[in-house]
């Protein structure tokens, strides 16, 4: 049994998703503390909720995780339960998005979620968070044990997502932006270890993101420039990010996600 289920998804929060989803889960695990992490995954973007969901995930009391971002839904991609090392179970789409989490913790096992008597029938082919995993957590979380949920998966079978790589180089480093935030700072997959790893170490890097090109602090935080100003500074996870001081990033350089940025020495 779980006490805790987080919820994952692209939904937003303007239409009636989220909450029916919620409404789904308290039906058959009314004492199940229900936490969502974010709906604000941008739409169909499998890879950034990949990311919000692995790094969130270690702030989070083990339970059942729901994450959603599934631009495949009602096509021959299958519905998954992932169990990892520490005891959670991951709930959702067999895309990639709940395997950089999974791995973070280490996967044990996986089953295809084909038995119907733990979903909502008739299935909507459009509708999996509610019909299949929304009701597939709340019966883990009263204490389903997950082999009953289907087949078991070979966890060499899971669908894995092309992450974009860093490159690095003598005085040089080509990151993606992975990450957006509401307040336009530039999420980078690289880290001040990739910066050192091609010699960049100085308190100012050149920088190429979009339009902008120019010379750049490398701080610790927001308030280390002036307002209006950009800074690069390693973000609460751990990842390099541009960001502007009162300001967004995206539109002062013009850049979108998986857009590349490049850092270099002076």
Known sequence: MFDTITLLTDFGLEDDFVGVCHGVIARIAPKAKVIDITHGVRPQAVLQGAIVLARSLPFMLVGVHVAVVDPGVGSSRRAIAITTADGRILVGPDNGVLI????????????????????????????????????????????????????????????????????????????????????????????????????????????????????????????????????LLEDSYGALALAVNGGSARERCGVEPGETIVVAAR
Do not use: K, Q, W
């Not at 295809?112 to 009701?135: G, W």
């Not at 690289?190 to 120019?214: C, K």
């Open 100 to 231: 950089p989490a999974a791995e973070r913790f280490g996967i044990t096992g996986a089953v295809e979620l084909t038995s119907t008597r733990y979903h909502l029938v008739p299935t909507s082919r459009t509708f999996h968070a509610r019909d299949i995993f929304s009701p597939v957590a709340a019966h883990l979380a009263v204490g389903v044990p997950v082999f009953e949920l289907g087949d078991a998966l070979p966890t060499a079978s899971l669908m894995r997502l092309n992450e974009p790589r860093v490159t690095r180089r003598d005085g040089r480093v080509e990151a993606a932006v992975v990450d957006i935030d509401r307040f336009g700072n530039l999420g980078l997959n690289a880290t001040r270890d990739d910066l050192i790893a091609a010699s960049i170490d100085a308190p100012e890097v050149a920088v190429e993101a979009g339009t902008f090109r120019g010379v750049v602090p490398l701080a610790g935080a927001f308030a280390d420039v002036p307002a209006g100003e950009l800074v």
